[in-house]
């Protein structure tokens, strides 16, 4: 009796949208099933140095990379976030979005602006020389170290903590703080016994983010000769010729960030911070003055110089030196590359997530919930890692129809899908798809299920009232998830360097060569279209929160 009845609330629930959603949700988990599993198959003589000279070399450096820049981005990001938040202070509405700028700007462009702007040859050695008239030692520039990679990482990632922290001491916080005000509290113990454990749960969440920017770079780490293991799967790929081994290496990272996300997990499980009141309302901030509001400004001044104003004027003027090398019919070709595989890219990704965050809405049970955490699941998964597992499964699909390319005159062994832009496009749908996605499940939770119901109500079928009623009130969110999903794929340079078919460049991967071979003035034009793509989602997005603020 109970299989039949699952059997009859099966078959009243599955449409095509349904079947459409767990399509995707499959293909998401496809990747990953295949770098895991290589965790059991036979290792090689490779491998076997690898695990016994170099492996925790790799793990060693890695895990400081990420301890290292986690500390300092919580540290600037949460006292950014506290200052904007609570105090009003000289040019705080400029510095709420200036703080955020930062995001529009890649690491790996930074690393190498930083780069050579500190070396001996650069603008700042050559000031201190020629106008200063001091010699300076050269160990106090040497940024090409962990702690140069960490100063840069801290620099362009203390936004993701800032933007989730201050969103949420703006929103859920101002009865507690007010409260702690009106006993008499200073501003020190309210945000060490206040601040700190209330928001706890997004400060770990925007740490959480960084941790994984960090764990999905090539571009800082290999300028910067630090041996992590994402370099150490392009080192076993490229240099060794040897996939086995860098599937191996990828697994034991997947591994590694599923376990800090179950620990993570398991540490919070019994603490929840839940608001004494339902009616929320924005914390109203204090005014600082004299001492305290000079030290807040030029606070917010220097981490806006160092982290975007001093970086894009720097670009600026290689570009201005290098334009006319750089801005010719391969530049155009470049250009033409990233708008192609950005837009299919989106387009089939958004088509996905709509599709997915719909049944979502529609059927909220245990099944639709795994199905959001594997549709996003790829976001968190390093872009290193995530190459490995979708060219396992490319390889796979053409080994099986290798009689289908025989048949059409291919020949035998011929690899068609593997040497595709469809593998590029797979991967950017995996690895972006939780962009989208979050945007689109915004736009649903805003307008809520009445309309749909009232449609459904009316004899319209679950197509014609999504196309009718609900994509009109959610074009904005979509068009949202297009613009951040837009500047996630520009800007992304693991995976596209590792799955981009041969003599196929993009902004990003050229940039990245004009570094690798010592041509950084060069990399300043595809630099600065990367980062004003950047810049105009960060725009959109600050417009976007200013707009549906009370």
Excluded at 38 to 66: C, M
Excluded at 218 to 231: D, E, R
Excluded at 516 to 534: F, N, T
Aim: hydrophobic fraction near 55%.
């Amino acid at each position: 009796m109970k299989v039949n009845t699952l059997w009859r609330t099966i078959k009243r629930n599955s449409n095509a949208w349904v079947f459409l959603s767990v399509a995707g949700a499959l293909a998401a988990l496809l990747p990953s099933l295949y770098i895991l599993i290589g965790l059991f198959r036979k290792p090689n003589e490779n491998w076997q140095h690898i695990q016994d000279y170099l492996l925790l070399d790799y793990a060693l450096e890695s895990l400081w990379l990420v301890l290292g820049t986690v500390f300092f981005t919580v540290l600037i990001g949460v006292t950014l976030a506290w200052l904007v938040a609570a105090y009003d202070f000289p040019l705080r509405r400029f510095f709420a979005w200036a703080f955020v700028l930062p995001l529009a700007i890649p690491p790996y462009i930074a690393a190498y602006t930083y780069g050579d702007m500190l070396s001996y040859t650069g603008s700042v050695q050559i000031f201190f020389r020629n106008v200063v008239g001091w010699t300076p030692d050269q160990k106090y520039f040497d940024i090409m170290s962990m702690k140069g990679a960490v100063f840069i990482f801290t620099l362009f990632l203390f936004p993701y903590v800032y933007l989730i922290t201050k969103t949420f001491l703006e929103k859920q916080s101002a009865a507690f703080i007010e409260n702690a005000r009106l006993l008499g509290k200073n501003p020190v113990h309210i945000f060490f016994r206040i601040v700190l454990p209330l928001s706890q749960g997004a400060i770990v969440g925007g740490a959480s983010l960084v941790a994984f920017e960090v764990l999905n770079d090539y571009g800082v780490t290999k300028h910067f000769g630090i041996q992590s293991f994402t370099t150490a799967i392009f080192k076993t790929w490229f240099g060794m010729s040897d996939v086995d081994s860098a599937l191996r290496l990828a697994a034991l990272l997947m591994c590694f960030i599923v376990g800090v996300f179950l620990i993570e997990r398991l540490l919070r499980r019994r603490r929840r911070y839940n608001s004494s009141t339902s009616k929320m309302r924005p914390l109203a901030r204090r005014r600082l003055r004299g001492v305290p509001a000079v030290a807040a400004f030029l606070f917010g001044a220097v981490i806006v110089s160092f982290s975007f104003i001093i970086p894009v004027v720097q670009l600026i003027v290689w570009a201005t030196w290098t334009y006319r090398d750089v801005l010719n019919a391969k530049f155009a070709g470049l250009l033409w590359n990233t708008l192609f595989i950005s837009v299919v890219s989106i387009v089939l990704l958004m088509l996905v997530a709509v599709i997915v965050a719909n049944v979502c809405r529609l059927h909220r049970t245990g099944y639709t919930l795994a199905l959001s955490k594997l549709i996003s699941m790829g976001y968190s998964i390093p872009g290193a890692v995530l190459s490995i597992g979708v060219l396992a499964v490319f390889i796979s699909l053409d080994n099986k129809l290798s009689g289908l390319y025989a048949g059409l005159g291919w020949g035998d062994g011929k690899l068609v899908l593997s040497m595709s832009l469809a593998m590029l496009v797979f991967a950017y749908i995996i690895r972006f798809l939780a962009v989208g996605f979050n945007s689109v499940e915004a736009g649903f939770e805003k307008i809520g299920n009445r309309y749909s119901e009232a449609s459904r109500l009316l004899g319209m079928g679950m197509t014609r009232t999504f196309f009718k009623v609900d994509l009109p009130m959610i074009k904005g969110a979509v068009f949202t998830g297009c613009i951040l999903t837009f500047m996630e794929i520009v800007k992304e340079l693991p995976l596209t360097l590792l799955l981009r078919p041969f003599n196929f460049d993009t902004l990003a991967t050229k940039a990245y060569q004009y570094a690798s071979d010592e041509q950084i003035h060069q990399a300043s034009a595809p630099s600065l279209l990367i980062v004003a793509v950047g810049m105009l989602s960060v725009f959109f997005y600050h417009w976007l929160g200013e707009k549906r603020s009370p």
